[in-house]
């Protein structure tokens, strides 16, 4: 009973550590979005607020076309030496990026060579973030307990979900109480950056005592690449980027373009704004594990057809209704409405993933190819939605995400269901 007890603490901790990183990374990734609005003009000058934003977002999108490469990286490492070495070089590489965006001079300072520094910044967190999806949903995973790993797993989503969140307080507590508009837009933009470098320092430190799981241990040592051992499975990899696309380009509707969309569409203030966006991710924090600990018990593939099904016929309803929305608490109500569909995908998609492959090439075979879907229609929803808008027509971007999340379901239709055939034991 003693060892059952100390069995389970040491799950715990490990989780608890493991999901605390996945926080601190995802805030420093989302802290772009989140201050885009602020610190915009510093380095896209100009007079046109859509234009300086839709530069802004074409920066975020080419963040992604780095996770690809960083899955690849970050997945041999992780399954060759481990995925505590993955987790927390990975965490590290995050840091960098935070800190050089913090310190980078403005446009007006050094001209051309400000956006191009932030580009940089942001293709180093690309890299980062590419190898921290895939190693953290493998090392969840295989810690978790096998009757909950649902439930465990979708703490990944939690901490994902909190990392924003936190950068929606951090906007809230300079907004509120520290920095005027002007002085936000002139330097407190900086602040949320270097208290990113700072808190993923503190997850590198904790992440060198995490323990590494029995599923690696169990791997005999290799001598070709994780990634050429991938090619093995390509039904899987696919399957991975079907189900990803319509849930990664849903997800960054309801986390990092509906900020804007309620700025420039539904015409709410500011702090109105931060308040629907930061209470509806605290509601979605909370439906992770609720779905996930379902899927425990009915198993993975009916949340993602529900997810599949209910998006396709609700997503242009919900994005309309919002779009006319006056009312903040109207709003609420509505991104809300969003994330009950939403959640059904984001509490489970990391364990589905990770229970599709042998643990020899686990965190390459989640990593690279869901990588790959992420930077096709995740990373450019926000850039895609404002070209929309742009271009007069914000509603063929309803249309556009109905049509992708639809190919998502045509693919939960025709898998199997991964909790039943699960190769999480598998070496």
Excluded at 4 to 30: C, H, K, M, P
Excluded at 51 to 78: D, T
Excluded at 158 to 186: C, D, H, K, N, Y
Excluded at 307 to 329: I, K, N, Y
Aim: hydrophobic share 50%; proline share 4%; aromatic share 12%.
């Amino acid at each position: 009973m003693r060892a059952q007890l100390g069995d389970t603490a040491r799950r715990l901790r490990a989780i608890l550590v493991g999901s605390l990183g996945n926080l601190v990374e995802w805030y420093d990734f989302y802290v772009y979005s989140a201050f885009s609005l602020y610190f915009a003009p510093s380095f896209f000058p100009g007079d046109d607020p859509l234009a300086q934003m839709l530069s802004a977002a074409g920066v975020f999108a080419l963040g992604f076309l780095m996770r690809p490469i960083g899955g690849a990286l970050f997945g041999e490492i992780g399954d060759r030496y481990g995925r505590r070495r993955a987790l927390t070089l990975s965490v590290l590489l995050m840091c960098l990026g935070s800190l050089i965006v913090a310190v980078t001079p403005t446009h007006a300072t050094i001209g051309e060579a400000a956006p191009a520094i932030l580009l940089f910044a942001r293709l180093l967190q690309g890299l980062s973030l590419g190898g921290e999806y895939g190693s953290s949903a493998t090392y969840l995973a295989e810690m978790a307990e096998p009757d909950r790993r649902g439930f465990y797993s979708s703490f990944q989503y939690v901490t994902l979900i909190g990392g924003q969140l936190l950068a929606l307080l951090v906007l809230l507590a300079l907004q509120s109480l520290v920095f005027s508009p002007q002085e936000l837009r002139a330097y407190g933009w900086r602040i949320p950056f270097a208290i990113g470098a700072a808190l993923a320092l503190f997850a590198f430190v904790m992440r060198r005592d995490l323990d590494e799981t029995r599923a690696f241990a169990a791997v005999k040592s290799r001598t070709r690449s994780a990634l050429v051992e991938l090619a093995a499975y390509p039904r899987e990899a696919l399957t991975v980027v079907g189900l990803t696309m319509g849930g990664t380009l849903a997800f960054y509707v309801y986390t990092t373009y509906v900020q804007k969309f309620l700025k420039l569409s539904a015409g709410l203030t500011d702090a109105q704004t931060t308040w629907v966006s930061a209470g509806s991710l605290v509601f979605a924090m909370c439906l992770q594990p609720a779905y996930g600990a379902l899927s425990d018990r009915i198993g993975r593939r009916p949340l993602l057809l529900g997810f599949g099904v209910l998006g396709t016929l609700f997503t242009v309803p919900l994005m309309s209704a919002l779009h006319d929305a006056r009312d903040p608490f109207a709003a609420f109500a509505l991104v809300c409405a969003g994330w009950l569909i939403v959640g059904a995908y984001t509490s489970i998609n990391a364990v589905v993933k990770a229970e599709l492959f042998p643990a020899a090439v686990r965190v390459t075979g989640v990593s690279v190819p869901y990588a790959l879907a992420v930077s096709v229609f995740g990373g450019t929803a926000e850039y895609v939605a404002l070209w929309f808008k742009n271009a007069g027509h914000e509603s063929g971007f309803y249309w556009y995400a109905t049509a992708v999340i639809f190919c998502s379901l045509l693919v939960y239709a025709s898998m199997t269901d991964t909790k039943k055939m699960s190769r999480i034991d598998d070496a």
